[in-house]
């Protein structure tokens, strides 16, 4: 297999996953250049060719693959799939739901699983029909906090950390969504082109999963490439990060795994008016 450009976010559950790979200390089915950037940078990069590097693999969002499935496949590990691990929407104490049916609501990207489970939400509760301002994720529970926005939607270490800016939750979307649908929440996937071939990227299925078994056999190891790259340094936070977002799904997809994906995906491209083939999602 020829070279590698590989794109992840630099959140705990990615640096957990790939250190192993990143740092060549398991075996790897091709030599590779990565990246680490927001998820919202690689969402776009894929979706509109805008950034510094072709990404052969990368880390996106669930609600970003209506726009790519044409040229990537979804890689059977690596992802973040979970039980209470979704996006939750926040505001300031005494808000009301009802308040913020139609104000701006900030967001860590239109193309985010957050972004497009608020509106898989709001269709179906008929609210939420306010702009979306996109944030950088970090930067939506200070702005929440200056009173720039009323409400915002949070990802990664904010549904740890939202109490310490005085703010509440007034919906956890993944809890909504475990119980509407009876699945895990399915928030990102890694996906490679479809042009590698077959054996190729079943050679990086596995790849990641023995990467996932490095960083559970050495999670000290782990733990220091973490904090390199982590918003939020306390040892407490991070490993709630990785319990939350690192689960039996991101070694393996099975069926409940695959199925939240698929279902994700048809009331995603149901509201979008996009085509697609549920057949070829995964790699077969």
């Not at 996106?60 to 690596?78: C, F, K, Q, T």
């Not at 009323?150 to 939202?162: L, M, Q, S």
């Not at 407490?236 to 799904?249: E, Q, R």
Request: proline share 4%; with cysteine.
């Amino acid at each position: 297999m020829q070279s590698l450009t590989v794109g992840i976010s630099p959140c705990p559950n990615d640096t957990y996953i790939f250190h192993a790979l990143i740092k060549n200390l398991v075996a790897s089915p091709a030599s590779c250049r990565w990246f680490l950037e927001d998820v919202e940078t690689l969402n776009l990069a894929l979706i509109n060719k805008d950034f510094i590097a072709d990404f052969d693999v990368c880390k996106v969002s669930i609600g970003a693959l209506p726009y790519i499935l044409d040229e990537y496949v979804v890689l059977r590990s690596g992802g973040a799939l979970g039980l209470g691990c979704g996006p939750v929407l926040l505001a300031e104490k005494g808000t009301t739901l009802e308040a913020l049916k139609d104000i701006s609501l900030a967001v860590p990207g239109l193309y985010t699983t957050a972004n497009n489970l608020l509106s898989v939400y709001g269709r179906m509760n008929n609210t939420f029909y306010g702009e979306r301002v996109p944030l950088r994720f970090d930067l939506i529970m200070p702005a929440i906090q200056e009173k720039r926005f009323k409400a915002g939607v949070v990802i990664h270490e904010g549904r740890f950390t939202y109490q310490d800016y005085g703010l509440e939750c007034l919906l956890d979307l993944g809890q909504w969504w475990e119980g509407t649908f009876n699945l895990p929440l399915p928030l990102g996937v890694i996906v490679a082109k479809r042009s590698l071939g077959y054996k190729n990227l079943l050679a990086l299925e596995e790849a990641i999963r023995r990467s996932i078994k490095y960083a559970e056999a050495n999670p000290l190891v782990t733990l220091s490439y973490i904090k390199e790259h982590a918003q939020e340094l306390n040892d407490a936070v991070i490993a709630s990060h990785i319990n939350t977002f690192v689960t039996k799904w991101s070694y393996n997809y099975d069926k409940s795994g695959e199925e939240a994906i698929l279902t994700f995906l048809k009331h995603h491209s149901n509201s979008e008016n996009k085509k697609i083939d549920f057949h070829t999602v995964f790699v077969e």
